[in-house]
Nanobody, 119 residues
Framework: QVQLVESGGGLVQAGGSLRLSCAASGRTFSTYAMGWFRQAPGKEREFVAAINWSSGSTRYADSVKARFTISRDSAKNTVYLQMNSLKPEDTAVYYC????????????WGQGTQVTVSS
């Protein structure tokens, strides 16, 4: 079992910044990658960013490239999402997720944190 707890969401004006954190506990030695996803009202959940836990290599959705940065602190078992130049369309509930292998699906999810960007 892996437990994930997100924090750092809130209300921000367009153009502002927020940093989300996701602290992992439990069987974290099994982590292959961590990802961030988001779900806006009335829309399906979508991929935002992911990071390979050992190599640190990253991947981003086109909609957030050059604005968002995913990073991790292995010693703290924590993954971060730095969000800059926020837009109203970034408004969503943001979830972090755990993946145990390259061919596996994301198997553990956090409870989500609300990000609201006002225009």
């Amino acid at each position: 079992q892996v437990q994930l707890v997100e924090s750092g969401g809130g209300l921000v004006q367009a153009g502002g910044s927020l940093r989300l954190s996701c602290a992992a506990s439990g069987r974290t030695f099994s982590t292959y990658a961590m990802g961030w996803f988001r779900q806006a009202p009335g829309k399906e959940r979508e991929f935002v960013a992911a990071i390979n836990w050992s190599s640190g290599s990253t991947r981003y959705a086109d909609s957030v490239k050059a604005r968002f940065t995913i990073s991790r602190d292995s010693a703290k078992n924590t993954v971060y999402l730095q969000m800059n130049s926020l837009k109203p369309e970034d408004t969503a509930v943001y979830y972090c997720a755990h993946k145990r292998a390259v061919v596996a699906a994301y198997d553990y999810w956090g409870q989500g944190t609300q990000v609201t960007v006002s225009s």
